[in-house]
């Protein structure tokens, strides 16, 4: 079986709430050296089989119809897993 | 003119689909429950798109709700004139339907916020805001957690010079939405979406504070009155 990764990131022009508050979380565990945190999602997509051409075609359309929203985020990665 | 029937769209996950047929038939007509898995509007008049968390606000606020077999239907009769409110969860299924531009954000204090909240009603012809007056300030509830309105600067140009920007944020502006914009509509003036919630202030009693004493706010009346005599002047 054949996955599919696709990751969305919020624009970087954009505040991205959730890594500013994970970045606020950070220090007071001790990691001091992470200067910002971006947040964005992960999709896997599986197929039946080997990942062909038009799987990812495919995943590259449902990634710009539904997976993001091209106002505030950026497809950056649609791309077979590494197995 | 026969009653007017206004549909309402219950999603998984809506909450204020009932409060939103309360304020229909205050306002003089008939509600009409709508299920968002029927490919299938009943014939109404008008649609509300309510407030709550349509599918637990998965993906992105409204991104799911938008291809719900219901949408497909109301995306043809929108663009074919239909007058549609979107609220709260309701404006974010009706940007993410492309229906109406822009998007919406995590509050910029990324803090869910609710207060009755001052509005500056700045187009008084659409579809859904005739019953007021430009430049009238009235107060309904907000309550939200991604109501930041954003778009480009092209988009929001767009938007102040065509009058679609229909209720601008009064006093403060509680989720860092551009521009301090409420709710707009589209070119048309027939589909308007906002953030604040007018079917909360409906009914003496249960609404913000008015001057006539606590509970007392029925500004949001106006919303659903406002249809009425649209789809009659229609006739």
């Known amino acids: ?83 | 003119m026969r009653d007017a029937r206004i549909g309402i769209v219950t999603f998984p996950g809506s909450l204020d689909d009932r409060d939103a047929a309360r304020a229909v038939r205050l306002a003089g007509a008939t509600a009409v429950p709508l299920w968002h898995a029927d490919a299938d509007l009943q014939g109404v008049d008008a649609v509300v798109l309510p407030g709550g968390f349509s599918y637990g606000d998965y993906l992105r606020c409204g991104a799911i709700a938008r291809f719900a077999p219901v949408m497909e239907r109301l995306v043809d009769a929108a663009n074919g004139g239909m007058p549609v409110l979107g609220i709260c969860n309701g404006f974010q299924v009706l940007c993410e339907s492309h229906l109406l531009p822009g998007a919406l954000i995590r509050n910029d204090h990324q803090l869910f916020i609710c207060r009755d909240q001052e509005l500056r009603v700045e187009n008084a012809s659409t579809a859904w805001t005739n019953a007021y007056h430009t430049g009238q300030v009235i107060t309904i509830p907000l309550k939200n957690g991604e109501g930041g309105f954003i778009a480009d600067d092209a988009t929001l140009d767009e938007l102040e010079g065509e009058g679609r920007v229909v209720v601008r944020y009064e006093g403060l502006n509680p989720n860092g939405s551009a521009r301090d914009i409420a709710g707009i509509s589209n070119r048309a003036g027939n589909v308007v979406g906002l953030m604040p919630h007018p079917e909360h202030a409906v009914e003496a009693g249960y609404g913000p504070d008015g001057p006539l004493g606590p509970h007392t706010g029925t500004d949001g009346a106006g919303f659903f009155t406002s249809v009425l005599t649209h789809l009659m002047a229609g006739v």
Request: overall charge negative; charged content about 30%.
């Open chain 1, 1 to 83: 079986m054949g996955r599919i990764i696709v990751d969305v990131m919020p624009k970087p022009e954009l505040l991205d709430p959730q890594g500013k508050a994970v970045a606020g979380a950070l220090p007071r565990l001790g990691f001091e050296q992470f200067t910002a945190v971006r947040q964005g999602k992960r999709f896997e997509l599986s197929v039946e089989g080997d990942v062909t051409e038009e799987h990812l075609a495919a995943a590259r359309e449902a990634a710009d119809r539904l997976l993001s929203n091209p106002i505030i985020e950026d497809v950056v990665r649609v791309a077979e897993a590494e197995a």
